[in-house]
Nanobody, 121 residues
Framework: QVHLVESGGGLVQPGGSLRLSCAAS????????MAWYRQAVGKERELVARGRSGGRTTYADSVKGRFTITRDGAKSTTWYLQMNSLKVEDTAVYFC??????????????WGQGTQITVSS
């Protein structure tokens, strides 16, 4: 059984920073991709950032230059989303999403439980 556990959410003032963590546990052969999505009240879930095992990253235009997705070591099962210069419009529930292999060559998708980020003065 694979689990993704997020941490690091909370309340922050505009212009502040937070770092989210997503720790994958279980019998994992490899993590191919890790992404962060967010969903604000009344809006659809949207992709914020994605990192790939080879190092390539992609970001939504709205967070480019402010958010950074990283992995805690080349083989680590923990990924981070560093969020700087936070804006009120970044307020949402943030979910991590992993594309990983439990069995070599078979990739499945897993979701974390979500963590609330509120940006407010």
């Amino acid at each position: 059984q694979v689990h993704l556990v997020e941490s690091g959410g909370g309340l922050v003032q505009p212009g502040g920073s937070l770092r989210l963590s997503c720790a994958a546990s279980g019998s994992i052969f490899s993590i191919n991709t890790m992404a962060w999505y967010r969903q604000a009240v009344g809006k659809e879930r949207e992709l914020v950032a994605r990192g790939r095992s080879g190092g390539r990253t992609t970001y939504a235009d709205s967070v480019k230059g402010r958010f950074t997705i990283t992995r805690d070591g080349a083989k680590s099962t923990t990924w981070y989303l560093q969020m700087n210069s936070l804006k009120v419009e970044d307020t949402a529930v943030y979910f991590c999403n992993a594309g990983l292999e439990v069995v070599r060559g078979v990739e499945n998708e897993y979701w974390g439980q979500g963590t609330q980020i509120t940006v407010s003065s």
